[in-house]
């Protein structure tokens, strides 16, 4: 059974940076695609960024050039380091396994004021 703990988020400014992290356990992580998901309040939720097994990366257009998704394979950990922040990149942030249809975190809030 995969779980997946996400931490970092928090309240920032507009042009800070945040770093996100998530955590899993019971899994093959290294073989594993992993995703970043956010949900702003009354909108679809949304890709952000995945990074697959061999360390290529995806990003949405709106996190090109400010959002880095990386892995840390020793440690079972993706991240997702968030510069140059906007308030409309208020969201819950899910790290997913496996893709969309695999398994979620609980989510960790982001909110950036203006």
């Known amino acids: 059974q995969v779980r997946l703990v996400e931490s970092g988020g928090g309240l920032v400014q507009a042009g800070g940076s945040l770093r996100l992290s998530c955590v899993a356990s019971g899994s093959s992580f290294s073989l594993s695609a992993m995703g970043w998901y956010r949900q702003a309040p009354g909108k679809q939720r949304e890709l952000v960024a995945r990074i697959i097994s061999g360390g290529n990366t995806m990003y949405a257009d709106s996190a090109k050039g400010r959002f880095t998704i990386s892995r840390d394979n020793a440690k079972n950990t993706v991240y997702l380091q968030m510069d140059s922040l906007k308030p409309e990149d208020t969201a819950v942030y899910y790290c997913?396994?496996?893709?969309?249809?695999?398994?979620w975190g609980q989510g960790t809030q982001v909110t950036v004021s203006s």
């Open positions: 997913t396994h496996g893709g969309p249809g695999g398994v």
